[in-house]
């Protein structure tokens, strides 16, 4: 009991203080609706700011599954937005090329799954195959209709094709506008020449110039831009051009492809088969 009252001897003073202004904060405030209105701005500011204080602590330790929800969300919309540009894009490119080629040939998208180009021999794969109605044979083309390949071989699923950064590639091709043609190959320097041989002496070779495929080939419709030329020269033996072809699309970068196929391919290989075995009699 002693200490008690030692205790409030000491602070009796900063307790009167305390009353004192209690009192007249309670008298001001009753003193008309000005101040009273005025003090109840001023309490709910800081009420405002207290409760906000303990909201921003509370959402901070909500952040991580906020954050969880979002990156949720963001994963259902991707999904969706690469079906929708995927529809699109498939609508798109095959419109574009419905005027390539004509009517001999059917076209279909495939997206590319692995696709080499540091190698020899390199191969794209594809994420459609013989149920898309993908079989070998078919040419394969960049979405803005360059040259890109060949399908090489097709399993149910998928298909692999050989690019034309192979070298056992081998298409024709001719200076767009003439009719001298050429054997379109790839030497193994880089991923953005490929070379034309055996053009004649007698093209009118320009750079620049775009070179096209001449139709010959089974696996491409005529006038598939393959590149422009680079540089030329002539062949050893001064009859023909070697031709430096910059490739009009850089493989490197597919991710989408559009596949052709030739209606006509089969009567035109049995035509063949008869042939060989008419000249072997």
Do not use: C
């Amino acid at each position: 009991m002693y200490k008690l009252i030692e205790f409030l001897r000491r602070i009796y003073v900063a307790v009167l203080f305390v009353v004192f202004e209690a009192i007249a904060i309670g008298y001001y405030a009753h003193s008309s609706n000005y101040t009273q209105a005025k003090l109840l701005t001023r309490s709910n500011q800081v009420v405002g700011g207290v409760n906000g204080i303990f909201a921003d602590i509370r959402s901070y330790f909500t952040l991580g599954r906020e954050n969880e929800r979002l990156l949720e969300r963001v994963a259902v919309l991707e999904e969706e937005l690469a079906f929708y540009r995927r529809s699109a894009a498939d609508s798109v490119r095959t419109d574009l090329l419905h005027d390539m080629g004509e009517k001999p040939y059917e076209l279909t998208v495939a997206r590319v799954i692995s696709n080499s180009i540091n190698k020899n021999r390199n191969f794209i794969v594809l994420d459609r195959g013989e149920r898309d109605g993908v079989e070998k044979g078919m040419g394969v083309l960049s979405p803005e209709g360059a040259m890109v390949g060949y399908v090489a071989a097709s399993s149910d699923r998928h298909a692999v094709a050989v690019s034309i950064l192979n070298t056992s590639f081998n298409a024709s091709g001719k200076l767009a506008g003439d009719d001298y043609f050429g054997s379109i190959y790839w030497a193994g320097d880089d991923r953005y020449h490929v070379r034309m041989k055996e053009l004649s002496k007698y093209a009118r070779v320009t750079e620049g110039e775009e070179v096209v495929s001449s139709g010959f080939s089974q696996y491409f419709p005529a006038d598939v831009l393959i590149g422009y030329v680079e540089s030329f020269s002539l062949a050893d033996t001064q009859m023909a051009y070697d031709v430096v072809i910059r490739l009009a699309v850089d493989v490197s970068q597919l991710t989408d492809v559009i596949l052709v196929r030739n209606r006509d391919i089969e009567d035109v290989q049995e035509l063949e088969a008869e042939a060989e075995r008419q000249n072997r009699r």
